[in-house]
């Protein structure tokens, strides 16, 4: 009777799923996902309150599906361009392993279901900030400043910048200066990181159109934007003892971090047009996804260390 079924439904021009659970989770970018559960996970520990846990799980896994439900969204609307680019071509979408409109309803029904539990369960500021990261990356950046200018990776840096800001409202109903220093590391980390990629992928972007910086205005241009950014990240970096959350100790890890950004890109600036290996580049990349790492790892040592009496931190 099933096997009837299917094939009146494909005479009748529906298209039967070849999605895996395998598929569903691609969509969520688990990558992605990992170092935003992360950072947000910072930005609750970091905050003044001590949230209970059982709430504090609940809110981490609300953040998890929002991120998720915006890495569906993004590939449902960018099947297109994916389908032509060597590093995404393999995704559900354009691979044909996931519809379109499976994509879409999958990311539209996370999107409300994180954003209610996240609401209901912590507070409907954490709610609203995570409704706002998500509509900014799916349809700010995604349907408009990814294809229309090379400043695209700079303002919807700030949708990945976010998640430590809800994960500190979660627990405080607030947003406060500390979370906003939050936010500005990794706002400023944003543009180096995905300008290093750029360069060694500009066949790529170029193929699909999207007006990535070194496409646009040259390598040239973009290697002098990432050592400014680098210098501008390694300062950023030290905001948190200036503003009185972290400590010396941090700080000195948090010096030496930034002394490597700046001397990684100052290798980017310093490589000749000729060099087809790319190899400062792809270093730059590299480090650039454990400088964030190590550096909000850091943050946290240095809270727990606080939290039981030791080292100069608040």
Known sequence: M????????????YRLSEATPGDFIALLKPR???????????????????????????????????????????MWYDADIDAVMSRTKGRPVPSGRV???????????????????LGLMANWVAGALLAFTIFFYAVI?????????????????????LPPVVGWAAVTGTVSVESLILFLIIFLWTPPHFWALALFKSADYERAGIPMLPNVAGHAATKKQIFIYALLLAASGL????????????????????VGFVWYSWRVLQMPESDQAMKPAK???????????????????DRLAASLGFGFGS
């Open 2 to 13: 099933a096997l009837v079924d299917q094939e009146h439904m494909k005479e009748a021009g």
């Open 32 to 74: 992605v996902m990992s170092l935003v559960v992360f950072t947000a996970f910072v930005g609750m520990a970091m905050a003044p309150a001590t949230p209970n846990p059982l709430l504090a799980l609940i809110a981490i896994a609300a953040i998890a599906v929002g991120a998720g439900a915006s890495g569906a969204l993004n």
């Open 99 to 117: 519809t379109p409109g499976e994509a879409l309803a999958f990311g539209l029904v996370l999107s409300a279901l994180s954003v209610g539990v």
């Open 141 to 161: 950046y995604t349907m408009w400043l990814k294809r229309s200018t090379p400043q695209n990776i700079v303002i919807g840096g700030a949708a990945g910048a």
């Open 239 to 258: 905001l948190p003892v200036w503003a009185g959350f972290a400590s010396l100790a941090y700080g000195a890890v948090a010096a030496a971090l930034g």
């Open 283 to 301: 270093a730059l990349f590299g480090y650039s996804l454990l400088y964030l790492f190590v550096l909000f790892t850091a943050l946290l040592a």
